[in-house]
């Protein structure tokens, strides 16, 4: 049972390693991030990680995320994809990067499979194989092993173990491993703004290579990227018929903060240009949205704030909520409870959105 470090108060749904309940994080915002950024510095020191986004003056900018890091000499950015050299930035490029690729075959478990080409015919013919799932083809998925966020639920959390070992790899090696049957290129980890050139050369390339057949480009996003690589990802993916899957972890900034160790203002400026362009191609959906139903921090209420900003924007942008497992530094936090997982659905149909689903509904526990 956790305890929040602000007023006292025990409760199940209080993570021990964040220490914050969702109360004093919505009343006492300027405690509760002193509080949260203190854990979020802690936690990353473990794996080596910069503790917060460096602000060297005479450091080197990057402005590929939010973060906006000026890196100091001999040290990394907060994402680790490229550390300052004598005055030069290494690592990740846009030939080389911290990333690793399996096939997936399709329908597969994505948060997009139930208005996807690949899991639902959506676009057919010209962006489908079939007018349903497309079986006997697959979803070559490319994890990155770096992140411009700090999650603390992390359910990939693993890749922190080789962000500063990384396993370097070609633009035209991905590109090699698209095969005849490869429908679609998933993009995700970590998160792929941290190496987002790589991403994009390499999905160019492949795109080439494949001659006018069929080759979606997807994403996977926490939407910290800068927008001009948002306008990039979004030519690439809306020309192919691939999507763009924004994961909103929250609307309120400080709990976004307790929960990530980043704001969210880049994320929701962001998901606005991108519902602007998303009009522009609405079958198969250009955008979707999806949030982790957190016990204890994420509830109907924070559901209906995000609902009410997306449907503000487009009610027909579909919404994933998605059903919590335990993992990386919130291990003691229960299973989303199947009540809470309803009044979340209520919450967002309830703010207008017109297509809102459960995902993960398997995980889903008994409790309220």
Not at 6 to 12: K, M, Q, R, T
Not at 126 to 151: I, K, M, Q, W
Request: with cysteine; glycine share 8%.
């Amino acid at each position: 049972m956790g305890v929040c470090s602000i007023c006292g108060h025990s409760d199940p749904l209080i993570s021990r390693e964040l220490g914050i309940c969702l109360e004093c994080i919505r009343r006492k915002p300027a405690e509760a991030r002193r509080r949260a950024l203190h854990v979020h510095r802690r936690t990353r020191k473990y794996f080596g990680l910069e503790p917060s986004p460096p602000r060297a003056d005479s450091g080197i900018p990057c402005h590929l995320c939010a973060n906006l890091c000026r890196i100091p000499e001999d040290r990394p950015g907060y994402c680790g994809a490229r550390r300052n050299e004598h005055g030069k930035l290494v690592g990740a490029t846009e030939s080389l990067a911290n990333v690793s690729w399996y096939h997936d075959p399709l329908p597969t478990n994505c948060v997009a499979d139930w208005v996807c080409p690949g899991g639902s015919g959506a676009g057919y013919p010209r962006f489908a194989h079939s007018p349903g799932p497309e079986r006997g083809y697959d979803n070559l998925a490319v994890f990155f092993h770096a992140c411009t966020f700090n999650c603390l639920f992390c359910q990939n959390w693993h890749f922190r173990y080789d962000t500063l070992h990384p396993r370097i790899r070609r633009a035209e090696e991905l590109a090699d491993a698209v095969g005849k049957r490869t429908a679609c290129i998933c993009f995700f980890g970590g998160d792929p703004a941290a190496q987002f050139p790589f991403a994009l050369e390499a999905a160019r390339i492949a795109r080439q290579r494949a001659q006018g057949r069929i080759l979606r480009i997807c994403w996977e996003t926490n939407g910290s990227l800068s927008p001009s690589c948002l306008e990039r990802m979004l030519d690439i993916s809306q020309e192919s018929g691939g999507c763009l899957k924004f994961d909103l972890k929250a609307f309120d900034e400080t709990l976004h903060l307790a929960l990530t160790g980043v704001p969210n203002r880049r994320t929701l400026a962001n998901f606005r240009r991108a519902a602007r362009r998303a009009k522009e191609r609405p079958d198969p959906p250009l955008l979707i949205a999806s949030t982790l139903l957190v016990p204890g921090c994420v509830d109907a209420r924070e559901v209906q704030a995000i609902a009410s900003f997306i449907a503000e924007l487009d009610p027909n942008i579909p919404y994933n909520l998605l059903a919590f497992h335990p993992d990386f530094l919130m291990q003691d936090l229960p299973v989303t409870g199947r009540e809470h997982a309803f009044r979340c659905r209520e919450a967002a149909r309830s703010a207008g959105l017109l297509r809102v689903v459960l995902g993960n509904a398997h995980l889903l526990g008994a409790g309220s």
